[in-house]
């Protein structure tokens, strides 16, 4: 599929949007994507694609969570990377990059700019504190998709993934972004360093 | 036991060009609306060639005249060619076929052959199709007075079944078009009724059996005759009353028909069934056991029966047994669909070696362009 766009990997249905339009970004598609159901499931299936990044490249997305630092979790779970192979790690979470920017973020959920964090990557939970940010949405309908109901036991609202997939497909500047969210701006410098390696060619 | 080996398309509906292996179990995947279905027609047209009442004009009749079955993408080379080669696994007897043809209502003959091993022992047009071009409406597979040499692929053809049940149509079978053979199962208890009832009752307990797996309230299944002649699926429920209730296919459910159905399929015949989503219905761990099951039930002592079937369900490709060479994949391109085995997917060879199952790869690969826009509808 080198041809069609890039192959890209990542943890859930809810991360598509900011990964087609962070490999927009850089210029290009996205040919493949393998979405795996959550960082576990990512990661058994890392050794793979880890295989399949020595003949192209592979952009992989994957959230710090927990975890203390992403360069001892890269090593942890990819011990000797391909050359194709970009494993990117959010800190925490791919929310913190969509939050970064902070301009969009207040506009789409109708919050004043104040309220949107200015180091998202700090934050311990950016999904949750996205959510908190859409309770206090002046936007009625938005709200509702976003925010879960009291008895629903999930993190998210009903229409979570879908708003925040358009989100990042139609409002989210990537390169705005990367200069509030220091783990964007790396990834975004590894991506295009990766396709610069690998011959592909670049819109700009 | 024989089976076709080999596929070969030219033009065939949104295919234009197919050459691909078939398997003992073959199982096709692909987005909506690639053409699972179109692949398995073209058996089935072969099949409709070949059985009493059909034939060329009334196979393409059936699916509306060449113009509507001919690939849109077919240009240069208008033809429509299907051929398939036909083999006994075991003791290596092969068979070829080869049909094109063309016209625009109705269909002319363009290039028929028959190959048993390396011998030729058709290939029309002949001198007589010459001297009177209106032979080239039939096939010869049709014709008995023609077909002696190679009445064996004929009647191999002509035993194909395909099975897409409808339940509905078996509660109410007054509603189906066709009432023999009808695919979608308007004829299915009749079609139970045919068999003698020694092989009927010992293969309804073998499905009984097999089905007490998935709907454990069910047992006692057998076939009754009500006073107007009809024939009726009857079996006891045990949590409607005490000691259970009869109840007949009225009130089976959705699931429970397409299981019984499906098991009656596999264990009725010998020559290649093809199946469209036998998933449907059923609980996914329940799904999970059909290749399993496909491969145990079809196999006897001449060998194993051939099951081709279209499937969206990914619990039905994620048993480790099933091989890459036993997965098409079947994608849009500008030419026409293609089918490739997934064997031919070198990188599919690696995710799976490295940790992913085979559903994990196939999905992506059979994923529409952006599905999430259904969510905005």
Request: proline residues 6%.
């Given at each position: 599929?080198?041809?069609?766009?890039?192959?890209?990997?990542?943890?859930?249905?809810?991360?598509?949007?900011?990964?087609?339009?962070?490999?927009?970004?850089?210029?290009?598609?996205?040919?493949?994507?393998?979405?795996?159901?959550?960082?576990?499931?990512?990661?058994?299936?890392?050794?793979?694609?880890?295989?399949?990044?020595?003949?192209s490249v592979?952009?992989v997305?994957?959230?710090?969570?927990?975890?203390s630092?992403?360069?001892?979790?890269?090593s942890?779970v990819?011990?000797?990377p391909?050359n194709g192979?970009?494993l990117r790690?959010?800190?925490?979470?791919?929310?913190?990059?969509?939050l970064?920017?902070?301009?969009?973020?207040a506009?789409?959920?109708g919050?004043?700019?104040?309220?949107?964090?200015?180091?998202?990557?700090?934050?311990?939970?950016?999904?949750?504190?996205?959510?908190?940010?859409?309770?206090?949405?002046?936007?009625?309908?938005?709200?509702?998709?976003?925010?879960p109901?009291?008895?629903?036991?999930?993190p998210v609202g009903?229409?979570?993934?879908?708003?925040?997939?358009?989100?990042?497909?139609?409002?989210?500047?990537?390169?705005?972004?990367?200069?509030?969210?220091?783990?964007?701006?790396?990834?975004?410098?590894s991506?295009?360093?990766k396709?610069?390696?690998?011959?592909?060619?670049?819109?700009? | 036991?024989?089976?076709?080996t080999?596929?070969?398309?030219?033009?065939?509906?949104?295919?234009?060009?197919?050459?691909?292996?078939l398997?003992?179990?073959?199982?096709?995947?692909?987005?909506?609306?690639v053409?699972?279905?179109?692949?398995?027609?073209?058996?089935?047209?072969?099949?409709?060639?070949a059985?009493?009442g059909?034939?060329?004009?009334?196979?393409?009749?059936?699916?509306?005249?060449?113009?509507?079955?001919?690939?849109?993408?077919?240009?240069?080379y208008?033809?429509?060619?299907?051929?398939?080669?036909i083999?006994?696994?075991?003791?290596?007897?092969?068979?070829r076929?080869?049909?094109?043809f063309?016209?625009?209502?109705t269909?002319?003959i363009?290039?028929?052959e028959?190959?048993?091993?390396?011998r030729?022992?058709l290939?029309r047009?002949?001198n007589?199709?010459?001297?009177?071009?209106?032979?080239?409406?039939?096939t010869?597979?049709?014709?008995?007075?023609?077909?002696?040499?190679?009445?064996?692929?004929?009647?191999?053809?002509a035993?194909?079944?395909?099975?897409?049940?409808?339940p509905?149509?078996?509660r109410e079978?007054?509603?189906?078009?066709?009432?023999?053979?009808?695919?979608?199962?308007?004829?299915?208890?009749?079609r139970?009724?045919?068999v003698n009832?020694?092989?009927?009752?010992?293969?309804?307990?073998?499905?009984?059996?097999?089905?007490r797996?998935?709907?454990?309230?069910?047992?006692?299944?057998?076939?009754?005759?009500?006073t107007?002649?009809?024939?009726?699926?009857?079996?006891?429920?045990?949590?409607?009353?005490?000691?259970?209730?009869?109840?007949?296919e009225?009130?089976?459910?959705d699931?429970?028909?397409?299981?019984?159905?499906l098991?009656?399929?596999?264990?009725?015949?010998?020559?290649?069934?093809?199946?469209?989503?036998?998933?449907?219905?059923?609980?996914?761990?329940?799904?999970?056991?059909i290749?399993l099951m496909l491969?145990r039930?079809?196999?006897s002592?001449?060998?194993?029966?051939?099951?081709?079937?279209?499937?969206?369900?990914?619990?039905?490709?994620?048993?480790?047994?099933?091989?890459?060479?036993?997965?098409?994949?079947?994608?849009?391109?500008?030419?026409g669909?293609?089918?490739?085995?997934?064997?031919?997917?070198?990188?599919?060879?690696?995710?799976?070696?490295?940790?992913?199952?085979?559903?994990e790869?196939?999905?992506?690969?059979?994923?529409?362009?952006?599905?999430?826009?259904?969510?905005?509808?």
């Open positions: 599929m080198d041809a069609n766009g890039v192959t890209v990997a990542f943890e859930g249905e809810s991360d598509r949007g900011m990964v087609s339009r962070l490999v927009q970004e850089l210029g290009i598609k996205v040919g493949i994507s393998y979405c795996c159901d959550g960082q576990p499931n990512l990661f058994r299936r890392l050794p793979g694609f880890n295989c399949a990044a020595s003949r592979w952009f997305f994957t959230d710090l969570d927990a975890e630092c992403a360069p001892d979790l890269v942890r990819l011990p000797s391909s192979m970009a790690v959010a800190v925490r979470a791919t929310e913190a990059w969509l970064a920017d902070r301009e969009k973020m506009e789409w959920l919050v004043r700019l104040g309220l949107v964090p200015r180091e998202p990557d700090s934050l311990d939970n950016p999904k949750l504190r996205l959510v908190d940010l859409a309770r206090q949405s002046r936007h009625r309908s938005l709200q509702s998709q976003l925010v109901s009291r008895n629903s036991g999930r009903p229409g979570y993934t879908t708003e925040i997939n358009l989100f990042a497909q139609k409002r989210w500047r990537p390169n705005v972004a990367a200069l509030v969210s220091p783990s964007l701006d790396r990834a975004i410098r991506m295009r360093k396709l610069e390696d690998s011959g592909t060619e670049l819109s700009n | 036991m024989l089976q076709i080999h596929l070969t398309l030219r033009n065939w509906k949104n295919f234009g060009k197919v050459d691909v292996d398997q003992p179990r073959t199982f096709l995947v692909g987005p909506n609306a053409g699972k279905s179109n692949f398995l027609d073209s058996i089935r047209f072969l099949h409709d060639l059985s009493v059909g034939g060329l004009q009334a196979a393409v009749a059936a699916r509306g005249s060449v113009g509507r079955l001919r690939s849109l993408v077919a240009r240069k208008p033809d429509v060619v299907i051929e398939v080669s083999e006994d696994r075991e003791p290596g007897r092969s068979w076929y080869r049909l094109a063309a016209g625009s209502e269909a002319r363009k290039e028929e028959v190959w048993e091993g390396n030729k022992v290939s047009p002949d007589k199709d010459a001297q009177d071009p209106e032979r080239l409406a039939q010869a597979l049709e014709q008995v007075t023609f077909n002696r040499e190679f009445r064996e692929i004929a009647e191999f053809l035993s194909v079944s395909y099975l897409h049940l409808v509905q149509l078996i079978p007054d509603r189906s078009i066709a009432h023999r053979n009808d695919p979608y199962g308007g004829d299915f208890l009749d139970v009724a045919r009832k020694r092989t009927r009752e010992a293969r309804l307990r073998r499905i009984e059996k097999a089905l797996a998935a709907v454990p309230q069910l047992s006692e299944l057998r076939l009754e005759q009500d107007r002649g009809a024939f009726h699926l009857e079996g006891r429920y045990q949590n409607w009353r005490p000691y259970g209730a009869r109840q007949d009225t009130v089976f459910s699931g429970t028909l397409r299981l019984i159905g098991l009656w399929a596999i264990a009725d015949g010998e020559a290649p069934l093809l199946l469209e989503e036998p998933e449907l219905s059923l609980h996914p761990d329940v799904v999970r056991q290749p491969t039930v079809t196999r002592p001449a060998g194993q029966r051939q099951v081709i079937l279209s499937t969206h369900s990914m619990d039905l490709i994620d048993d480790e047994g099933i091989g890459l060479d036993e997965v098409l994949l079947l994608q849009p391109e500008d030419g669909t293609s089918v490739k085995p997934m064997s031919q997917d070198s990188e599919a060879g690696w995710l799976l070696q490295g940790g992913s199952r085979v559903s790869v196939v999905r992506p690969r059979t994923r529409p362009d952006s599905p999430e826009q259904i969510a905005l509808f």
